[in-house]
Every structure is written in C-alpha cells, then in structure tokens.
C-alpha cells in the first residue's frame, strides 16, 4: 500500500513563503502524475499543480507565477514551493499520486494559513 506523507504547512504572513513536502513510500517513478490539490472550508476540493512523469508542469490559474512544483526522485519526495501567499490560498494541502491504470492515493493533507 502506497503511503504518502505530507508536511511543511502552518502559518504564514501575507506575502510569505512556504515549502511543503510530500514523502511517498515507494519510488516516484512510479506515480504519474503527482500533484497537489487544496480544500478550504466550505468549497471543493481543487487543483494546485500537478507534475507528469514527462512533460510540462500544469497549475491552477490562482497560483501562476507564485507557486511551483517539483520531483526529487532520490528522496521519493514532491515539493511545492509556495511564494507570495495570500489569505485566498488558505486552506488543507493533500498529495495525490497516481499509478497509470491503477490506483490513486492521497496523504493525511497539512493546513496551510495566510493570515495576519
């Protein structure tokens, strides 16, 4: 069974920074795409960015410019770096792996909070 680890949220100023971190329990050359989703109270849960195994990085229109995805296979970790916060990106931060044909799994997810 996959797991997925997520950490890296608290809370951060408006106009801060934050890095969160996603350790999966096996390779990530496995996974495609990783991804990061968020759900803020009271709303869906949506897409932040997702990473293909190949390919071009996607990202939600919101976090263009501010947010950045990224693979470090030698420690089966994704990253997303997150800059310029807002108090709108407030919310839970899930991981998302996918293995093509097969399974999807999320980690526990971190809350992230912009505030001052």
């Known amino acids: 069974q996959v797991q997925l680890v997520e950490s890296g949220g608290g809370l951060v100023q408006p106009g801060g920074s934050l890095r969160l971190s996603c350790a999966a329990s096996?390779?990530?050359?496995?996974?495609?795409?990783m991804g990061w989703y968020r759900q803020a109270p009271g709303k869906e849960r949506e897409l932040v960015a997702i990473?293909?195994?190949?390919?071009?990085?996607i990202y939600a229109d919101s976090v263009k410019g501010r947010f950045t995805i990224s693979r470090d296979p030698a420690k089966n970790t994704v990253y997303l770096q997150m800059n310029s916060l807002k108090p709108e990106d407030t919310a839970v931060y899930y991981c998302?792996?996918?293995?093509?044909?097969?399974?999807?799994?999320w980690g526990q997810g971190t809350q992230v909070t912009v505030s001052s």
């Open positions: 998302n792996a996918r293995i093509p044909g097969a399974d999807d799994y």
């Open positions: 096996e390779s990530i050359f496995r996974f495609d795409p």
């Open positions: 990473s293909p195994r190949y390919g071009s990085r």
